[in-house]
């Protein structure tokens, strides 16, 4: 079992930054794969950005250039820096674990971003 609880979402002007965070705990396992999706109203959840089981990045086209994700193992923590934010980017943003050997999702409560024109 894994737990993810996300933090720091916000209202934010067009343009500006936010950052997320996601601490996890429990079974969390090296060949875990970590990312953000969102779901805006009335739209499916999408990826935004996720470590690869390459240990690399993954950025949807929509956040490249202005979206970071990182993390820090020792507190076992995973970051999505928001700039440069636009209006479409508002929606709920959630964290994610895939559990490659278990073939399972972890979801964390998700968190609100919402970006004023």
């Known amino acids: 079992q894994v737990k993810l609880v996300e933090s720091g979402g916000g209202l934010v002007q067009a343009g500006g930054s936010l950052g997320l965070s996601c601490a996890l705990s429990?079974?969390?396992?090296?060949?875990?794969?970590m990312g953000w999706y969102r779901q805006a109203p009335g739209k499916q959840r999408e990826l935004v950005a996720k470590?690869?089981?390459?240990?690399?990045?993954y950025y949807a086209d929509s956040v490249k250039g202005r979206f970071t994700i990182s993390r820090d193992n020792a507190k076992n923590t995973v970051y999505l820096q928001m700039n440069n934010l636009k209006p479409e980017d508002t929606a709920v943003y959630y964290c994610?674990?895939?559990?490659?050997?278990?073939?399972?999702?972890?979801w964390g409560q998700g968190t609100q971003v919402t970006v004023s024109s």
């Open positions: 429990g079974n969390i396992r090296s060949s875990d794969i």
């Open positions: 994610n674990c895939f559990a490659w050997l278990l073939r399972r999702d972890y």
């Open positions: 470590f690869t089981s390459s240990g690399s990045t």
